[in-house]
Structures are given as structure tokens and as C-alpha cells.
């Protein structure tokens, strides 16, 4: 038999997970509580929307029988009602109604009201007041203004609340229910639980402890080396235990330590793997405007006595050094990590400049690009340079996409209270994102192109990321690939 020292050691670990759980059943009764106060919270709210949504369609539809059947002699002229009406209206229950108004339903048909008042105002404001009977005229066209744009978002607005008031109940009961459950299984259920888990853990390793033995056999094999099993056959033995264990781990440690060295060598190949593969794109890429300028040189050696070149072949020369330039550039910068020089910048001034450098390639395959910005200027702490490379070289992928005409859309959205971040928009109507390639989208050397390098998603991803932003490419439903990229900050201007 194990001592009783030994005992309590076992059994301390098992009464500490006990008391863990009491505690945990406790803050789980208590987050349940607090559940139910939310929807009390949020029935009272709803209650009270229902009732100013309520107010809100009475006066309207008071207004518009108002409208239809004008005071007669002794009674307020129809202009000073109406005016109260509104007044009644604008300042005090649709305000209130725009106050309690936390759903983007209840601020949609709000704003729907409110845009029905504004052209109410317009209107009555240049009623005539002069003819045989203009006032008549005009009333019935307001009325019906009111019962057109005013009164249904406010019978829709009414419903929305009652359905809202119907569910906060229904969430109540639910909540009411599982905090019977909960403060059940606090007081009972669980301290038994912890109870009976404690003993039969405590009985379980007894006999695992009395019965333990080690065998790693299969382990060694594998790495050569004979470890000898470590086996505990009576009580007497655990003294002893620790110290076959203290070898045992250090056998693995070593272990480790070879697995490690072996890692670190497979990680230096791959980056020789890496550089090689870089080296076989540049080569690739120079080769064949090196061709080209060689073979022209040749051909103006030719002849008794060289002759300088002809225009056309200068331009082909230039051209050509112009293309392993630019090959050169994007390498190097895939090669360096980016550093950015952010202050306040105008993304939609990037947008544009990157859109007017693009404009002449897309009239010439047929292109339109249409762009959806902002008014204004939307200033972000960025690096403009480095984003107007961004937005450059997923304009020249879209294009690359539409050889033949079609469709591009750019939409520049500021920052909002909920995400914080500004978002670029790109979309074409080309073919789409290949299967085969959509999984490696934004790795390097991965471009569906016979003579793309691959490199331009992964630098984008790269300069967008070291904002602090995110860069996502998706096929859009009805064909047509659809690039997104976001970068945070608020908006300056």
C-alpha cells in the first residue's frame, strides 16, 4: 500500500480541479444572470421603440386625415395645424425614434421617414396660396405624399418593434430557464461531480502508478540508439522512479537536439532552393532581351564598314533595356523587406494617379474601368508610393485578364467605427482565379501567365501587410476575379 504522504499528493491535484469547477459552475450561473439583465435591457429599449414607432404613425396618419379635411371658419387655419403637426413630428417623436434605434432596420426606416418628411417640408413650404381653390389641390397631393413615403416606413417600423419586443420575450424565457438549469447544477450536480471525479482520478493513478512501465523500443530503432525501458513492478520501486525518468529525458533531449540540427539543414537547403529558383527567374527573364539587343548589334557589325543603327532598332534596343530594368527592379524589390515612410496620404489622390497611368492601355484592349470614390480627400497614415504600387499592379493583372474588352471596377471606401479601415475594391469581368492557382495565389513565383514572373500578388501582399492591413483575391459569383485589400488607420480629411 502507498503511504498516506503519498496519498494526499495524488489527491491534492484532484480537489484543486474540484474547486476549479465550483468555481467555474459559479461564473457560469453568474454570466447567465447577466444575460437575463441584457434582454430585460434590451425588452425595455424595444418596448419603448414599439411605442414612439407607434406615436410616430399616429401622427402621421392624424396629419394626412388633417390634409384631406381642412378646418373650416372658427376653427385654427390648416397651415397653423399642419405646421404643429410637423413641428410635433421633426422635433420630438422622430428624433426619439432615431434615439432609439440600434438596429441597421430601425435606422434604415428611420431615415426613410425622415427623407419623407424633407420632401413634405418642400413641398408645403411652396404650396400656392393664390387661384380659385389651390390649398384643396395641394393638401390631397401632400396627403398622398404622406401616405406614399411617410406612412409605410412607419407601419414597417411599428411591426419591426413588435417583433423585436416578441423576440426580447421570447429570449427571456430561454434565459430565465437555462439560469434554473444553471444555479441547479451549481448547487447540486456539480460539487458532486467534482467529488466523484476526484476519487476515481485518484484511484485511477494509483493503479497506474503501481503498474507503470516505459517502453520507448520503437523510438530508439528508429534513431539507433538503445534506451532501456523504464518499469515500476511494486510500491517499493518509486523511490527509484524519478531518476529512471531523469534518464529517460535526457535521452530525449538529446534526441531533440539532433531533430533540431536536422531541421536547420533542411531549412538552409530550402533557402539555397529559394535563391536558386530566383537566379532561374532572372536568367529566364534577361535572356531574351538580351537576344534581342545582341542580334541587332550583330546586324549593324555586318558589312565592310559598320553603319550606325537604324531608328527602329535603337527603339527595340531601349525597349528591351527598359524591360530588364523593370525585371531587375521587381526582383529587388521582392528581395528586401519593405520599409515604409507613412504620414497623412490621399488614397483616393493614389487611386487616381494609378488609374490615369492605366487609362490608355484599357481604350486600347476596349476596356472601361469604372471607379466608385470618394467626394473628398480620405488622408491615412501610409506610405503613398508603395500603396499606388499596390493599386498599380492589381489594375495591370485586371487588364492582363481582358485582352479582348470588358469591365473593370475600382471602389475606394473610408474607414468606419467598426472596422477601423480603409478598403480598395478591384474587379473584373475576366475569367477568373484558376482552381490550381487560388490555393498559392500570393505565393512567389506562382502567375498564370506564360511570361509572368509571379512576383507582383506576393510583393502587393508584403507592402499592404507591413501597413498593418490585409489583401484577399476571390472569384466573384458571376464570373470575374475581385481583389480586396484594407489599411487601417482614420480618416484626416
Known amino acids: ?93 422622430l428624433p426619439a425614434s432615431e434615439k432609439l434605434a440600434n438596429l441597421d432596420r430601425e435606422k434604415d426606416l428611420v431615415r426613410e421617414i425622415r427623407a419623407g418628411l424633407d420632401a413634405f417640408e418642400v413641398r408645403w413650404r411652396s404650396r400656392p396660396t393664390d387661384g380659385p381653390t389651390p390649398e384643396d389641390a395641394t393638401d390631397a397631393a401632400l396627403a398622398e405624399l404622406l401616405e406614399r413615403e411617410v406612412l409605410p416606413p412607419c407601419r414597417k417600423l411599428r411591426t419591426f418593434n413588435i417583433e423585436q419586443v416578441g423576440a426580447s420575450d421570447r429570449d427571456n424565457y430561454l434565459i430565465v430557464s437555462r439560469l434554473t438549469g444553471a444555479l441547479v447544477a451549481v448547487g447540486v450536480v456539480a460539487p458532486l461531480g467534482a467529488l466523484l471525479l476526484g476519487y476515481f482520478v485518484a484511484r485511477g493513478v494509483y493503479q497506474s502508478i503501481y503498474q507503470l512501465s516505459v517502453r520507448i523500443r520503437d523510438a530508439a530503432g528508429r534513431l539507433k540508439s538503445e534506451i532501456r525501458p523504464v518499469t515500476l513492478e511494486d510500491a517499493r520501486d518509486l523511490p527509484d522512479l524519478h531518476q529512471q525518468m531523469q534518464t529517460v529525458i535526457e535521452t530525449i533531449e538529446d534526441v531533440v537536439e539532433r531533430l533540431q540540427q536536422r531541421e536547420r539543414e533542411v531549412l538552409r537547403a530550402e533557402q539555397l532552393a529559394a535563391v536558386g529558383q530566383v537566379a532561374a ?36 534596343i531601349e525597349h528591351e533595356i527598359r524591360r530588364m530594368e523593370a525585371c531587375i527592379q521587381t526582383f529587388l524589390d521582392f528581395a ?158
Open 1 to 93: 500500500m502507498l503511504s498516506r504522504r503519498l496519498s494526499l499528493k495524488l489527491l491534492a491535484p484532484t480537489v484543486l480541479v474540484s474547486v476549479v469547477l465550483v468555481v467555474t459552475c459559479v461564473l457560469v450561473a453568474l454570466y447567465l444572470n447577466q444575460l437575463h439583465v441584457d434582454v430585460a435591457r434590451d425588452l425595455r429599449e424595444n418596448f419603448a421603440s414599439m411605442r414612439a414607432a407607434d406615436d410616430l404613425e399616429t401622427t402621421v396618419r392624424e396629419l394626412i386625415n388633417l390634409l384631406r379635411a381642412r378646418p373650416r371658419n372658427g376653427e385654427k387655419s390648416a397651415q397653423q395645424m399642419v405646421s404643429e403637426y410637423y413641428r410635433s413630428l421633426r422635433e420630438d417623436l
Open 281 to 316: 527567374g532572372v536568367a529566364h527573364e534577361l535572356r531574351n532581351p538580351l537576344t534581342s539587343v545582341k542580334m541587332l548589334v550583330q546586324t549593324g557589325l555586318e558589312g565592310p564598314r559598320p553603319a550606325g543603327l537604324p531608328l527602329e532598332d535603337l527603339s527595340v
Open 336 to 493: 528586401r523587406p519593405p520599409s515604409s515612410e507613412r504620414r497623412p496620404t490621399d488614397l483616393t489622390a493614389v487611386v487616381r494617379r494609378a488609374l490615369a497611368l492605366v487609362e490608355a492601355r484599357a481604350r486600347k484592349q476596349d476596356v472601361t474601368i469604372k471607379a466608385e470614390l470618394p467626394p473628398g480627400p480620405l488622408n491615412l497614415p501610409i506610405d503613398g508610393e508603395q500603396i499606388h504600387q499596390v493599386v498599380l499592379n492589381l489594375l495591370l493583372n485586371a487588364l492582363d485578364a481582358l485582352p479582348h474588352g470588358g469591365t473593370v471596377r475600382v471602389s475606394v471606401r473610408g474607414p468606419t467605427p467598426e472596422t477601423n479601415a480603409a478598403e480598395v475594391r478591384i474587379a473584373d469581368t475576366g475569367p477568373g482565379i484558376a482552381p490550381k492557382i487560388m490555393e498559392r495565389l500570393f505565393q512567389p513565383f506562382v502567375s498564370s501567365k506564360e511570361t509572368g514572373m509571379g512576383l507582383g500578388l506576393s510583393i502587393s501582399q508584403r507592402l499592404v501587410e507591413a501597413h498593418g492591413g490585409t489583401i484577399s483575391g476571390e472569384n466573384a459569383p458571376d464570373g470575374g476575379a475581385v481583389f480586396t485589400f484594407t489599411l487601417p488607420g482614420e480618416a484626416t480629411g
